[in-house]
């Protein structure tokens, strides 16, 4: 394994002054690339212990032991110390060949030795291999400093990872990846050679690159790899190709981390940057709905971010995670499939979710207002990618705003087409709600408050197959809930099940409610809801028997049953946020 700055051995025997004294491998041929650290000559038998490992040592050998075991003894003590090699310059105790023992011993401990059969000039050994070592030991300094130069700049710019990556390739001479810790490819310079080698499987192949630490080299793999992240948060890995043998040179190691850092400083003052701006978005959007600014200030505040909000065609979005909602919405209302099993009401499920949310479970919240940024920074880009403009800001724990700036109302349709399915790439759970498009600042807070209704409506209903749900998409379990809060549709809830609703009241082990939602979501069908309800006919019969009873009211009427339905939808509509 050659060591960065510093010759090998073979490299060393190959150097004129070395040639001069016509060198010959006696033993240890195959460990000839081992890296010389420094030359040291010496004629004491136990120069071992003043050694530190890497040295190559000349030596005439007059010092040496005259006895077989003395001689094991020296080689053995210079292998283990790790020096890498031994030279023994011919004619003062050797005439012709080193001892056989010598020969035999440095062979079996691996320990490469040389002799030289000519009178050489050990000082100028010594002085042509330091020379190198230095003038090796200087370029990999300038290189570093060129790296440390190159990575600062690219911070100052603040440029983009593709660039990073670039420039680390061309730094290194080697095929260098950005990839994410799914093993996604984000970046990628193939150094000059074929894209499709470096990144053909990348995914499995990447999965078999295993390092310890944050940085270190794979050399069954051949890849140099460095985490990249900060604040603790690591969010990807940087790989550098290294295809010679051998551990790359520290200069290598200095500069993947250094493009590491860069990269991870980069998307950390983006982040910042993007999270400022998204505030001041979300400012402005607070600013509109609550009238907390004149409409004026907001258009000039807008502008000076960026964003031109007057004299264009203005739509209101309003973007809701679709399944986290879903997940609510089971909660809330008991499954009908479950018949007798179901003991719990819909209203005692919301108590404890609200007590569990009162308790404040700090994690729960954190990672709500993660998911709720992740979707305002998914919100943005989508924007971007539409080639669109607008503001952009979360609302609440529940849904992200965006003020769209269209060209025209010919443009409005297509323009929310496009910033949808932007928004969808990877982002299938959303729900994308818009209101009508206005033509003018002082009329956004009606199109985003109509947004807001749609969204919260169409959650409450089936789901819409279009890409943006608007008010003619809303069901007629969202206009139950659009109405939720008008005390003549709270009256006909009470006239139609309140009777029924206080039988629950005094009978909570067998509340009828669930029973009366399963015969009318069956469609009347009798055998089907009783199937559904896991019960048998003639006891599911007695339930509706006692339903009618309690209510005063024939179940086998077509406008009776249709007013129950409605009262139902109203009454979970009512009962939702």
């Not at 060198?23 to 690339?33: L, S, T, W, Y």
């Not at 690591?234 to 790989?239: K, V």
């Not at 002082?442 to 409506?457: K, T, Y």
Request: glycine share 8%; net charge negative; proline share 5%.
């Amino acid at each position: 394994m050659t060591a960065p700055g510093y010759p090998t051995v073979r490299e060393v025997v190959a150097l004129d002054a070395m040639q001069v004294g016509s060198p010959r491998v006696v033993a240890g041929a195959e460990h000839f690339d081992r890296a010389v650290r420094w030359v040291h000559s010496s004629e004491v038998p136990d120069i071992a212990s003043l050694l530190r490992g890497g040295e190559l040592v000349l030596t005439t050998g007059i010092g040496l032991p005259a006895d077989d075991d003395g001689i094991r003894a020296f080689v053995r003590e210079l292998a283990e110390v790790g020096v890498s090699g031994l030279v023994v310059e011919l004619g003062r105790r050797y005439p012709s060949t080193v001892p056989r023992v010598m020969a035999v011993a440095a062979e079996k401990l691996g320990l490469p030795l040389v002799e030289l059969r000519r009178p050489t000039p050990f000082v100028q050994i010594t002085e042509a291999v330091h020379a190198r070592i230095v003038d090796a030991q200087l370029t990999e300094l300038r290189a570093t400093e060129e790296i440390h130069q190159r990575f600062t700049e690219l911070s100052v710019e603040g440029a983009e990872p593709a660039e990073v990556v670039h420039q680390a390739a061309q730094l290194s001479g080697c095929p260098v990846v950005l990839e994410n810790l799914g093993r996604k490819v984000l970046a990628f310079d193939a150094a000059g050679g074929r894209a499709e080698p470096l990144l053909d499987g990348w995914e499995q192949h990447s999965r078999q690159v295993r390092v310890t630490g944050r940085t270190g080299y794979d050399p069954d793999a051949g890849w140099l790899v460095t985490m990249v992240g900060a604040r603790g948060q690591d969010w990807g890995r940087l790989l550098l190709r290294w295809p010679s043998e051998g551990a790359p040179p520290t200069r290598l190691t200095i500069l993947v981390e250094r493009a590491a850092s860069t990269l991870a400083l980069g998307r950390l003052i983006q982040r910042d940057e993007e999270g400022l701006e998204r505030q001041l978005h979300g400012t402005l959007l607070a600013a509109l709905l609550d009238h907390s600014l004149p409409v004026d200030e907001v258009a000039l505040r807008a502008r000076a971010l960026g964003v031109t909000v007057d004299r264009r065609r203005l739509v209101g979005v309003v973007i809701r995670p679709l399944s986290p909602r879903r997940a609510d919405r089971d909660k809330s209302q008991p499954d009908p499939t479950q018949g007798r099993d179901e003991r719990d009401s819909a209203r005692g499920d919301r108590d404890s979710a609200d007590g569990r949310r009162r308790d404040g479970d700090k994690s729960e919240v954190t990672a709500i207002q993660a998911r709720m940024r992740d979707l305002a920074d998914a919100a943005t880009q989508g924007v971007r990618e539409a080639k669109l403009t607008g503001l952009t800001g979360v609302l609440d724990d529940h849904v992200v705003g965006v003020l769209l700036a269209v060209k025209s109302a010919a443009d409005e349709d297509a323009a929310l087409e496009r910033f949808a399915a932007a928004l969808r790439r990877g982002r299938e759970e959303v729900l994308v709600a818009a209101g009508s498009g206005v033509d003018s600042l002082r009329e956004a807070r009606r199109s985003l408050v109509e947004a807001r209704q749609v969204a919260d409506a169409a959650r409450h209903d089936t789901p819409s197959a279009v890409p943006v749900l608007r008010l003619p998409n809303v069901g007629l379990a969202g206009l139950l809930h659009l109405l939720r809060d008008e005390p003549r549709l709270q009256t006909f809830v009470e006239r139609q099940l309140g009777a029924l609703l206080a039988y629950d009241a005094k009978h909570p082990r067998d509340p009828l409610l669930p029973t009366l939602r399963i015969y009318l979501e069956s469609g009347r069908n009798k055998s089907i809801a009783a199937a559904a309800a896991h019960l048998s006919r003639p006891a599911f019969y007695e339930r509706l028997a006692r339903i009618g009873r309690v209510l005063d009211v024939d179940l086998d009427s077509v406008p009776a049953c249709l007013s129950l339905h409605v009262a139902l939808l109203a009454w979970e509509a009512i009962r939702s946020e």
